[in-house]
């Protein structure tokens, strides 16, 4: 009898327990709350200290940061546009979401996956505050505190043998502070290359998952579980400073050529060029360019009177496209007066050029580029010319150090030496000086400013802005160096110039000496400097060093 009895306590113990579970389960699930009463709503200045407290993660923070905006009219456009969002949104879910669906269809016996309810719902996100970041790049950067509490229609039907397994989204609600970069700013509508997203903080996820009808969102610890996991899979994602990038533009369309390398020529000689004067010589000089620039050609020096010249000058241009760009090489006649005559032109590929080799050119002059032209065909001289390709290190962007330590037992402790390498020192490279604009800059007599850029002897300007105490240039201006500009300044200078013909028409509006040691050094630097002679002026500079 004592085993009998003993028996029927361990099946009762074993079927009692998951049998009142399982009730227990549907009961909780399928039980109708009680009707809740309205809430009594009262004004703030009615409320004691503990309702107040509670409302402060609740208040819009326009309202408790001064540095963030407030942007009801954002609000009222995401609210008439919604219906619209709602359905370019949820056919973008669907058409994702499709192929994913078709990888598992034949397999786990799944014969189908569709949805049969998808919306976001009619209550759309709410902006709470936006904050704005004015860097010294070229992007913005804005930070919204968003909010969604919707209520979704989204219905998941998997069709599993015989049987429909419904998968119901509801209840969704979703905090979370991205920061939304648009980079980089560029002068083709909509102004801005793609958009870097990256949440300042974990995201607050909150929804309920009903199948066949019960929420399983109320199984005790999978709610905290899953809510968790979703936390820490997006943080892993998406947290700063890790950033999703949505591009908007082609590369093609936001992309900007920059100098790859220099063109080193030297004009060496030419010979048995046209005579042209009325004494039967010419004075020739060659003019030399690269296609694809606007900059001005360089110069040789005149050689007067002389058909067979020899110059031997060098001259260095910047190389954006080798493999595209056309070296143009013109012999003119120096004339007093009038015109200068062309005595011939030639043109050499840079992509027959093999970098970091020297190799000489002797091209015979033509008349010009057609060269099914009969008159292109007659003896006009030949030129000799010597090229070199050098490009840039593609390393360049930081300027590379080494660091030797030197270890001596004294009294006194221990000694450490820090060498720069000398033979990277001693690398030419171009030197590029970015004016991007200037602040309050104000003068005496009149506002029409200007930036003068003076570095070893050479001086460069960008262009005039009339009436104007906050100009935009945004131009930049290079320099090809034969070493690096260590310990030297560079000298940047804001004028202003009176319009017509009227006494004092130059007047300078503040100045800046900047030390380049840091730019050799980092590669790059990006500041805004207040103007020396100036109350309240500032300009934004940007310099680049690169080394070949």
């Not at 067979?308 to 120096?334: C, M, T």
């Not at 150090?401 to 690398?427: C, H, P, W």
Request: net charge neutral.
């Amino acid at each position: 009898m004592g085993f009998v009895s003993s028996l029927l306590g361990i099946l009762g113990f074993v079927i009692g327990i998951p049998v009142g579970l399982l009730v227990g389960f549907f009961f909780f699930i399928y039980s109708k709350p009680d009707e809740v009463e309205d809430p009594e709503v009262k004004p703030l200045l009615e409320l004691d200290n503990i309702p107040l407290y509670e409302l402060l993660p609740d208040i819009p923070l326009w309202i408790k940061s001064p540095d963030f905006d407030r942007v009801d009219w954002l609000n009222k456009f995401l609210f008439d546009m919604w219906p619209y969002l709602d359905k370019a949104i949820c056919s973008t879910i669907r058409n994702t979401a499709q192929p994913i669906f078709a990888e598992y269809i034949g397999k786990y016996k799944i014969e189908a996956i569709e949805f049969r309810n998808l919306t976001l719902g009619t209550l759309p996100p709410t902006i709470h505050g936006i904050r704005v970041y004015e860097t010294n790049e070229k992007e913005l950067v804005m930070e919204p505190a968003m909010r969604l509490a919707g209520n979704p229609n989204m219905v998941l039907v998997i069709k599993l043998l015989s049987f429909q397994i419904t998968v119901q989204l509801v209840d969704l609600q979703i905090f979370a502070a991205p920061r939304l970069t648009l980079k980089p700013l560029v002068p083709t509508f909509p102004c801005f290359g793609k958009i870097a997203v990256s949440l300042m903080e974990k995201p607050h996820v909150d929804f309920g998952v009903k199948v066949l009808g019960g929420d399983i969102m109320s199984i005790p610890g999978l709610y905290q579980f899953i809510q968790k996991s979703i936390q820490k899979y997006v943080a892993s994602l998406y947290l700063w400073p890790q950033t999703l990038d949505i591009p908007i533009l082609d590369d093609s369309a936001m992309a900007i050529k920059k100098p790859v390398g220099i063109l080193r020529v030297k004009v060496a000689r030419a010979m048995k060029l046209l005579k042209k004067d009325f004494l039967g010589t010419s004075d020739p000089y060659v003019k030399l360019s690269l296609t694809g620039e606007r900059l001005p050609s360089k110069k040789t020096t005149i050689k007067k009177r002389n058909l067979n010249p020899e110059w031997n000058e060098n001259f260095k241009l910047l190389v954006k496209e080798p493999q595209s760009q056309v070296l143009q090489l013109q012999v003119f006649d120096w004339d007093k007066v009038g015109r200068h005559d062309r005595l011939g032109m030639q043109l050499v590929p840079l992509k027959v050029l093999t970098p970091n080799e020297t190799k000489e050119f002797t091209l015979d002059l033509l008349k010009h580029t057609n060269i099914t032209d009969p008159k292109d065909k007659s003896h006009r001289g030949q030129i000799v010319v010597e090229l070199t390709y050098v490009p840039f290190r593609e390393d360049s962007c930081k300027f590379s150090t080494a660091l030797s330590e030197k270890y001596s037992t004294m009294d006194s402790g221990i000694n450490q030496s820090f060498n720069v390498n000398q033979e990277t020192l001693g690398r030419a490279g171009l030197l590029s000086v970015i004016v991007q604009g200037a602040e309050d800059v104000e003068g005496e007599r009149h506002n029409n400013p200007y930036t003068l850029v003076l570095f070893r002897g050479e001086k460069k300007k960008t262009k005039l802005i009339k009436k104007n105490r906050n100009p935009l240039w945004n131009e930049e201006f290079q320099f090809m160096l034969e070493d690096a500009p260590l310990h030297e300044k560079i000298h940047i200078e804001v004028m202003s110039k009176r319009t017509g013909f009227r006494f004092r028409a130059l007047e300078s509006l503040g100045y800046v000496e900047i030390n380049l040691t840091d730019v050799v050094h980092n590669g790059r630097i990006n500041e805004k400097y207040h103007l020396i002679n100036s109350k309240n002026g500032i300009i934004h500079v940007e310099i680049k060093w690169t080394t070949i």
